[in-house]
């Protein structure tokens, strides 16, 4: 009897040792970091890179967050890192950023080996001032992420010309005699890609000829910047009256929304103080007008108190957490000490602080190399796309084809009459016409390929265009001081 129940528990024993070590072999990054020393209880972190690569870190079992962070700078070998952060989802799928202070462990519940992404976690008011070619890299390559995923809306015109630069970084110079317009659709890069956008990209990328890839990164940055919602980190919350808003966290203050309508904007001088407890954001504002301005030479300031509610208490404080290190790395020139009196802005009951340079700091320490090389990694290809309408994207070599045939179609006389009807197709938009080099021939139209689906993450969809005259609806709900 017994050996019965050793041989059912060892077997049992042994299919879940077995389904845990086929979930670690499905899970193995592409590039693995050991842990250094002899570290007997260690930890595997899995990092997501830009790229689309991912690396597996082995860390001791208590390392905190900033020696993960380390190593992925060291494995990158970027030195502007401060633009940079690792984040992570929790149980309840609110995102956090990986606290380089604390413990991984306790910052990170769902694990081993713990998950973490990549992004750009501040995005440059300026991208003039990254120095490193490799920095400016990853930057088009969160904000090609943004783009995709909705996350950043983009014009047509506009995502047209990004479109190109980012072909012209990865491709050179278009050659149309041997890539044509079909070659685009194996790139995704807005969210409704359709032909007619496949063609005018196809067009523009023809303009770029001659930047290497250095400067049409940087002309991609130059661009991506005018971006009404560029850099904005977006937050949903609701307000007393039950309408839901979204604040948008930017370097110059914090925007409010509600739906797509831009409704106002605090500017980060003129919030006195920034707070929450558990579901409850608050947010106290001084006034912005001629006679506040008055008052307040006289000694008098009025100050509106916001107060916002979110579904999940996490969300809340992660929501403050990044306000303040908005705050902090946008507007102070170094980070706040620990034997500094706090101030005022962040809330008294809470230890955190942002431990890491400010943008000042970053622009003013951080020098270009002189040699730096890194590889740039290929974007993910999808099937191509068979094009229909080509009457005005022929190549030379098309043409001399289409007047070839039209010779040899004229010398068939009264026999093929009835077959040249069946052998001319027209394009609908522009009444161009195209022969086929076997007469005799049916003609059939091809069908476009049918995309490969991308799984990206879903993100908030961007606002549009501003409105302040909706912003009394909320201060209707404010708590005057």
């Not at 602080?353 to 951080?366: A, I, L, M, V």
């Amino acid at each position: 009897m017994l050996s019965f129940w050793w041989r059912t528990l060892g077997r049992r024993s042994i299919r879940k040792h077995a389904q845990k070590e086929h979930l670690r072999q499905g899970q193995r990054a592409s590039t693995h970091i050991p842990a250094a020393g002899e570290a007997k209880s260690i930890i595997t972190c899995r990092v997501s890179l830009l790229d689309g690569t991912d690396v597996s870190v082995d860390l001791p079992k208590k390392a905190k967050g900033e020696e993960l962070f380390e190593q992925i700078m060291y494995h990158l070998d970027l030195i502007e890192k401060d633009y940079f952060g690792l984040r992570f989802m929790d149980s309840a799928q609110v995102p956090h950023w990986l606290d380089n202070t604390k413990s991984i462990k306790k910052q990170v519940k769902i694990g081993p080996p713990y998950c973490l992404h990549l992004r750009v976690k501040f995005y440059s008011s300026e991208p003039n001032n990254l120095h490193e070619e490799l920095t400016r890299y990853l930057f088009v390559l969160q904000l090609k992420q943004d783009i995709l995923s909705g996350k950043l809306e983009c014009p047509f015109d506009t995502a047209v010309e990004l479109a190109a630069f980012s072909l012209q970084a990865e491709l050179g110079d278009c050659d149309p005699a041997e890539q044509g317009p079909e070659l685009v659709s194996e790139f995704r890069f807005i969210p409704e890609q359709t032909e007619d956008t496949e063609l005018s990209i196809y067009e523009k990328w023809k303009e770029c000829s001659g930047q290497m890839p250095a400067q049409a990164e940087i002309n991609y940055l130059n661009k991506a910047k005018w971006l009404e919602m560029y850099g904005v980190d977006m937050h949903t919350v609701k307000a007393r009256d039950g309408n839901e808003y979204k604040l948008g966290l930017t370097p110059t203050g914090v925007l409010v929304f509600e739906g797509e309508t831009k409704i106002g904007l605090f500017f980060w001088p003129k919030i006195t103080r920034l707070d929450f407890r558990k579901h409850k954001l608050t947010l106290v504002v001084v006034e912005d007008d001629e006679q506040v301005m008055q008052e307040a030479e006289q000694g008098k300031e009025q100050e509106h108190t916001f107060v916002f509610r979110m579904d999940h208490p996490k969300a809340c404080k992660h929501l403050w957490k990044c306000a303040v290190e908005h705050h902090a790395f946008f507007r102070l020139r170094g980070p706040v000490q620990k034997g500094v009196a706090r101030s005022s802005f962040i809330r008294m009951g809470s230890r955190f602080r942002y431990s890491g340079k400010t943008e000042y700091q970053t622009t003013k320490d951080n020098k270009a190399r002189r040699s730096a090389s890194f590889e740039r990694r290929p974007s993910r290809r999808y099937s191509r796309r068979t094009m229909q309408l080509r009457g005005t994207q022929q190549s030379s070599r098309e043409h001399a084809s289409a007047v070839n045939n039209e010779r040899v179609t004229a010398h068939q006389g009264s026999r093929n009459q009835d077959a040249k009807p069946q052998n001319q197709v027209f394009n609908q938009n522009n009444g161009a016409k195209v022969l086929n080099k076997r007469p005799t021939l049916p003609v059939v139209a091809a069908v476009p390929a049918t995309p490969v689906p991308l799984e990206i993450e879903t993100l908030p969809r961007s606002p549009g265009a501003s409105q302040s005259e909706k912003m009394s609806l909320i201060r209707q709900q404010a708590c005057s001081h």
